[in-house]
DNA sequence: ACAACTCTTGGGAGCGCTCCCAAGCGTACG
DNA sequence: CGTACGCTTGGGAGCGCTCCCAAGAGTTGT
């Protein structure tokens, strides 16, 4: 009747390791865990046996006794395609499975795209499948980041919704990264430097405007509102805004694209204008992609750290739910601003 | 005494769903998890409190119940930096997570670079802590792909190992695709044919030298191999190639370049060499990368579905997993190869 | 009218782990 | 020498769900 269950298969469970070193159950998951509440003999005996077993704890186990998931979420817009086709997407995981490689946390990545793909993400968290969030390109208008705030769910958010971000957030130096560009054609000896936005609901693309406007006013420049060319960080957009620059003010001499993908347009328009780059017209982009490199002149342009972006988001992130589970109620939401980098190419 | 436990907070669980419906456990579950055997007055009552009480299963009670995770893993090896400079691993992301919307399945993301981390995953596997696993971008001699055979773990590859892949596959026709690379070559009228390969260990690097092999051989051209240079799919291994094959051949007149990153390096030791594209030498490249529509000239290049691959790699796992649950036994081993698309752009 | 079935249904028995309480032991202190 | 405490330890009580068995209700056939 009160025979040992002998179970032959199947993977071994703190059981069998428990009953291996001879202690009780609640021991062996102290070990497990680490707790210092243990003997040093009893220790080893635990570590010995789970060794002899290859034991490996039961995730869902450990999930439903402990309520959390040891896992969190990645959350990506899908519809951004824009942001799909930089490295950035692959920048930022790699920096995230950094982060998590001395961890037993999960990365789970969840495209939220349509509705649809909202709904069950708002599920995920509803049911507390993750222990927290990471959000990258979040736009203004997204309800995700009020809703995920709601319902006290330890979130990081890459970049800024807006100025007053309430949420702890990662992001790179988007005014001083514009400034340094904008300086550096200033100090190429250019005078009528224009530039070309990005969305400017993105805040960051108006951190970038802001970045340029100081840098053109610091130099005495003459600040015409003509030389700003608002567009939409797409390569067509760049083009677009580039013939409008040229119509308004043939003289410019230079041109600071928030991104490089508009560059590349901006760069299409300069050459059918006749106009040589950089003798008759410099051009820097933003981001430091791909497309920078590879374009012909290789183009100068902003790096931002986003491998260090995920890495610290994730970072950040795990200290939040460690917070929040200590129940350590200092409220500062850490918000974190990483140095960007002018990557001086033939552009310019 | 036997007094109803009254949960305030948290989320419902099952129990409460049931009681609402004034119907038991087991009757619920049955319709959550859409069982035939209920009778429809039933089955209304029991939705009606699911959507009252705004239930959401419990993930990792279910998983502990039933065995299962209800979630699969796709595992990147994230040495393969080249890998992450495409678009590559965005598009299979967005193809997995496509076929994935509809199901309950969740991604998890697994990065496994370094031995330290190819434990954690092995750990993972042994742990059944995932259903089934996608395989993106393996080389020949990972142990890994064998290691989840072994396990009976569901799995699939993109691309292959070698011509025996024993795991299911979803591959791109890298042979088709380089043959009509060379075929569109051919039909400009090349003569003098070159090709820079990349790993040959690399199947699909393989298949593409042999698509080339096959052109150049129906055409009735001179298959010289010292036309035939091998590279290792970087830039830099590029130009090196494209030095080679001028310093043999200098009467080349067209270049297939396995990758579109080693036709950027060929591009540019043409260019040194003050040979024309493609007036002096054509270029094709192939992956269709943002490096190819950003070259100057534009890249002709091979066109992969990696989006496609992604959904279809899903969907073969789900089958998998599906069949392996139901005990059917049928042992064929899918094994898909998609069609590739010549993109022909100036470079040709 | 009764036996034999079928269709539904309720709920017990776990899944493997964490939490936590109480018990066992050893030691310091009055 | 007795009592109080501190450190370890064992194991009961769930966590929320699926599986499955047995019971109840309704049908059909003879």
């Known amino acids: 009747m009160a025979a040992a269950r002998v179970r032959s298969g199947g993977r071994p469970t703190l059981e069998e390791v428990a009953a291996r070193a ?14 210092p509440r243990v003997s040093a003999q009893t220790r080893e005996a635990v570590e010995a046996a789970v060794a002899e077993l290859g034991y490996v704890p039961n995730r869902a186990a450990r999930a439903l006794a402990g309520n959390r998931t040891d896992a969190i979420a990645l959350v990506v817009p899908e519809s951004e395609t824009r942001f799909f086709a930089e490295p950035y997407f692959s920048d930022i995981v790699r920096g995230v499975g950094a982060a998590l490689a001395d961890t037993e946390m999960q990365l789970l990545l969840t495209l939220a ?5 909202r709904r069950r993400l708002a599920q995920y968290l509803t049911a507390h499948r993750v222990d927290g969030v990471l959000l990258v390109s979040v736009h203004a208008d997204d309800p995700l980041p009020d809703l995920l705030e709601q319902l006290g769910m330890p979130s990081v958010i890459s970049g800024r919704r807006h100025a007053a971000e309430t949420l702890p957030s990662v992001d790179s130096d988007n005014f001083e990264g514009a400034r340094a560009a904008v300086d550096h054609l200033i100090a190429r000896g250019r005078r009528s430097i224009a530039t070309i936005t990005g ?44 013939r409008e620059l040229l119509e308004r003010r043939p003289d410019v001499d230079a041109v600071f694209a928030a991104s490089d993908v508009m560059a590349a ?32 002149p290789p183009l100068t342009s902003v790096r931002q750290p986003i491998e260090e972006m995920g890495r610290t988001m994730t970072r950040v992130l795990l200290q939040e739910i460690a917070n929040r589970s ?21 552009s310019s």
């Open 199 to 242: 969305r400017l609901d993105v805040y960051g693309a108006q951190r970038r405007l802001d970045g340029y406007r100081k840098a053109v006013a610091a130099a005495g420049l003459d600040p015409d509102e003509r030389l700003i060319a608002p567009a939409d960080f797409s390569e067509e957009g760049g083009a677009r805004a580039m």
């Open 113 to 117: 795209g349509n509705d649809r793909e």
């Open 265 to 296: 347009g901006a760069r299409q328009v300069l050459r059918e204008s006749g106009r040589r780059i950089p003798d008759d017209v410099a051009l820097v982009g933003f981001d430091d992609s791909a497309v920078a490199r590879h374009m012909d």
């Open 22 to 35: 001879g202690v009780g159950r609640g021991t062996a998951s102290r070990v497990i865990n680490g707790s």
């Open 326 to 346: 200590s129940g350590d109620g200092t409220e500062e939401r850490p918000r974190i601003v990483l140095p960007t980098e002018l990557v001086v190419r033939e």
